[in-house]
């Protein structure tokens, strides 16, 4: 079964550096996202991603943040210069379609990257 | 704006008695629903979605939910619990656009 997959599984870093944490969503999805969960609470909405630009994002995906897909298949989320409360789970997911799709926006998730900031 | 509620963080159930998760959304469209399961050390895995048609959706792993939109929820259940149910469950609404609100979650634990 197709699968997102999500680089690094682990990270720890230093506060004030940058990160980056890739994705490789499943193939035929147009719909890219990124979630986090920090621990011990609720999977939070950051960015939707669609033809290039992103199309939703909430307060929390600030200036610090940005995503891009370089080459057509990685999906990147970057973080410019960490802070401590970025300590989180980020979730990768991909979509077949919108919300206008048959698919209904099922989103497919990957296993997650643990960011740890010191 | 769309939200989503699950009442009880943590839910302790005796293998083999029943798994009632409560769940309670607010949207302004007629909204999609989903349930997603997280175990240990994974990633979210989709357990069943209501879009239209029949309000009882069966999904994984012998869960089903049922959309009441008079009542604004989408309760899940399990007839009897498993082992292997030990996880945290998550609701979600989507409405308009790519959206999708996530509740706090539930762990469910076994008891043997």
């Known amino acids: 079964e197709p699968e997102v997959t999500q680089t690094p599984s682990h990270q720890v870093t230093q506060m004030g550096q940058e990160v980056i944490l890739r994705c490789v969503p499943i193939?035929?999805?147009?719909?890219f996202y990124w979630y986090r969960q920090i621990l011990g609470q609720k999977v939070e909405f950051l960015v939707s991603f669609y033809n290039n630009e992103i199309s939703e994002k909430s307060e929390i995906f600030d200036d610090q943040f940005s995503v891009e897909r370089p080459d057509g298949s990685n999906f990147t989320l970057k973080i410019r210069s960490t802070k401590l409360e970025d300590s989180a789970m980020y979730f990768c997911a991909s979509s077949e379609g919108g919300r206008t799709a048959a698919g209904a926006n099922v989103l497919t998730f990957g296993a997650g990257s643990r960011l740890t900031v010191l | 704006a769309q939200s989503v509620t699950q009442l009880g963080s943590h839910v302790s159930v005796s293998e083999g008695a029943l798994v009632l998760l409560r769940c309670n959304y607010s949207?302004?469209?007629?909204?999609?629903l989903f349930w997603y399961v997280q175990y240990p050390n994974q990633g979210l895995q989709l357990l069943l979605k209501y879009t239209t048609g029949a309000t009882l959706v069966k999904g994984i792993n012998g869960f089903e939910a049922e959309f009441k939109k008079s009542e604004t929820s989408f309760h899940l259940t399990k007839p009897s619990a498993h082992m292997s149910d030990a996880a945290e469950y998550f609701c979600s609404v989507s409405d308009l656009g790519d959206l999708i609100i996530f509740g706090t979650g539930t762990r469910i634990h076994i008891l043997p």
């Open positions: 193939s035929n999805h147009l719909y």
């Open positions: 949207s302004s469209v007629p909204p999609y």
